[in-house]
């Protein structure tokens, strides 16, 4: 698919940042810190950094409800909303999980050299090894019943030098330091925690992070709690928009960049604005040539394999199609964007409707990120009978669903374009069997969809009795080109469990980046991932507590896994199972 038909998301509008952006004589005296101390971290063994990962689980645990109560009021969430169990599920536990992993491997570092696969490690026919990271712990089998997810490594890797890819900075404290700039994100409050813990912990790299403007408000609440690394000189905080992202993109000393946001701010940065920018793209010349990754969204397609669903499965899969779509306001990279399904499968018209009658049911939330309602309207003039749902007042924006777009019509906006907001499409593919149909939805979702971030399968438990069908989900799952694959389970939730990696499939040209490249989280540290996969049961029980209806629960179950990963004891279960089942 060439460059030109593969369009990608918008250019996002400027915000104004709640804090004054930092000057350029303080940005210059946070770089000139950070490259006096980048070679005393290097330096730093696994076992003295375990006492410094003990100081952040203690200080983000103490900052922990600060920091859920800024971001529900920021995003326009009542106090007493079951929203807010959303901040604590996808702002706060990820970042506090992450450390406790973090440790964990830090402790096996200093004993055997690398962290410790937790499950099998196997060799497919093909000759590509998968190792299985999830469930880390017993306490993961508890809370995640059924869950398990495995990290397929890039080919080349052999289960015998596996364990070599792992932890390689741990391996070699002969390398030179580096400062890293980390351009924030504005969604989710947990990725910017997650990217400096990444680059200091798993790259060996001093972290400049400069703060989203949508979620400055965050940046003093890092520093806070983040002060072990500030105080050490391995850490600064910086604030601004694009003038200061531009100033430090292209500062000498600056070593490498990250950046979770827009592939066209991706594209700013490499290769320049207007004309001339776009002549260096077309040229493969970039402007910037020092080591930038970056996260850059994604249309994210669900699959639905046909199969012999009963009405409670056709809701529970709507519940659980819809959350993909309306958590955190529909502003997610990993958000649904487009369903697939079978046009022979006889409960297509059923699921919609489920669908529909699950979206009319959840409640709108405020679209505070910036050009949300600018987006939809793109989408709705693109398709005049898209449904909306809910009565917007203020600051809020219907849940927008695109029902039978054409598959030919490749161009059209919902394959090509990230909505970024609470709109999603559907579309049906011509097949004369279910296993034709899981193979052109493969290539449908790999050739016509933009982006290679994460992918979910859906598939009922009849269905994988039919070796044909439980061999061509195999096959989907081997030839999907996406950094995450979800099959029964919402694959943007391996950004939160931290064993996974997080980012695009590997291999994207810098002039067509598409979503991206690198990963991140990852905390078991291959080298060499390739794509991370999450399998489930087709219906968890009890319900996760991410699903949109049981919001009321995560309310209650997330504020004490966070204290969980704390302090991890058994005598914590019960009362987090409890909550679990009757919130």
Known sequence: MSIETRHGSFQFPSATGSIVPSTQDEMDAAILTLQKQKQAWVQISA??????????????????????????????????????????????????KQLRQLRQALIEIAANGQPTIPGPVTTRPDGQVVAQVFPQSTYDKIFFGGLTAEIWMEPGVTKETLASTQATIYKDKQHEGKVALV?????????????????????????????????????????????SLIDSGYLRIVYGGAAEGAYLC?????????????????????????????QRKAAKTPLL?????????????????????????????????????TN???????????????????????????????????????????????????????????????????????????????SQKTDDICFTTE???????????????????????????????????????????????????????ERAIANLRYGSIGVNYWAGI??????????AFPGHPIENIESGNGVVHNSLMFAHPQKSVLRAPFRGTPTPTWFASEYGKASKVFPKLVKFEAAPSPFKVPGLMFSALFG
């Open 183 to 227: 351009l924030g994100a504005g969604n989710v409050a947990s990725i910017g925690p997650l990217d400096i813990i990444y680059k200091l912990f798993m790259e060996d790299q001093v972290v400049l992070y400069k703060t989203n403007p949508v979620n400055a408000y965050l940046g003093p609440l890092i520093q806070e709690c983040f002060h």
């Open 47 to 96: 076992s003295d950094r375990i006492a410094i990962v003990d100081t952040l689980i203690r200080d983000f645990a103490a900052i922990a409800p600060r920091w859920v109560e800024a971001s529900v009021q920021a995003k326009g969430i009542q106090p007493d909303s079951p929203n807010v169990g959303e901040e604590w599920a996808a702002g706060a536990w990820p970042v506090i």
């Open 494 to 503: 391996s950004f939160g469990i931290g064993t996974t990696t997080w980012g």
């Open 289 to 325: 040539t020092k080591r930038i990754t970056g996260e850059l969204g994604n249309v994210s397609p669900v699959i639905v394999v046909p199969g012999p669903w009963s009405q409670s499965d056709l809701a529970y899969q709507a519940t659980h199609i819809v959350t993909m779509l």
């Open 250 to 278: 292209n500062h000498a000393d600056i070593d490498e960049i990250h950046i979770t946001g827009s592939d066209k701010t991706f594209d700013a940065i490499v290769f320049g604005t207007g004309t001339e920018g776009a």
């Open 328 to 406: 955190n306001s529909g502003f997610n990279c990993n958000a649904t964007r487009v369903v697939i399904q079978h046009a022979g499968w006889s409960q297509r018209g059923d699921l919609l409707r489920e669908v529909r009658n699950t979206l009319s049911k959840v409640p709108l939330r405020d679209a505070y990120y910036p050009g949300a309602h600018e987006r939809q309207k793109a989408f709705v003039e693109a398709h005049p009978d898209a449904e909306e749902f809910g009565t917007p007042q203020g600051k809020e924006l219907a849940w927008t669903f695109i029902t039978d777009i054409d």
């Open 419 to 473: 909505a970024f907001c609470g709109l999603f499409g559907e579309t049906a593919l011509e097949a004369s069997s279910v296993v034709e149909y899981i193979d052109r939805a493969v290539e449908f979702a790999n050739e016509d969809v933009w982006g290679t971030l994460n992918a979910t399968i859906l598939v009922h438990p009849e269905s994988l009795k039919d070796p044909q069908i439980a061999q061509a989900v």
